[in-house]
């Protein structure tokens, strides 16, 4: 059911957009670090650089877009089979790591 889900959403991306709170610098160590443990599930098919034939690149985005898309595929509202079944193995927790991981990838000088 995907009504049930929405407050969720609706409450992460509020509370990314209104404090920031999650990128005070010890949080974000933690999360960034959950974050690359987690990536090994998504590094075989997304590329830290460049780009695998027929697989967006994801790094470097804002942890919000991250978000909303991973959102999206667990919630059916973006279509793709494989995609849906990894983003709903994760929990909201995870989704904001991978954002802020996969987010500083790509950035280095
Ligand atoms: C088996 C290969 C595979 C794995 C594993 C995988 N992805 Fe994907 N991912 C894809 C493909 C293919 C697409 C393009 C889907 C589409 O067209 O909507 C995609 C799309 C995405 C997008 C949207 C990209 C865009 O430009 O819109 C994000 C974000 C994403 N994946 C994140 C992840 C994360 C995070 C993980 C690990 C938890 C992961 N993916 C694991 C193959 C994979």
Known sequence: ????????A???L????AGGFLFAPALADE???FGEYLAGDCTACHQLEGQA???????GWPAE??????????EGERDHALMQSVARRLSDEDMRALAVYFGKQGKQE
């Not at 059911?1 to 969720?8: D, S, Y």
């Not at 034939?53 to 790094?59: D, L, M």
Request: charged fraction near 10%.
């Open 1 to 8: 059911m995907r009504h049930r889900h929405t407050p969720t």
């Open 10 to 12: 609706i409450f992460l």
């Open 14 to 17: 509020t509370g990314l957009c």
């Open 31 to 33: 999360l960034y670090e």
């Open 53 to 59: 034939p027929g697989i967006p690149p994801i790094t």
């Open 65 to 74: 877009s991250f978000i909303t898309v991973m959102m999206a595929y667990k």
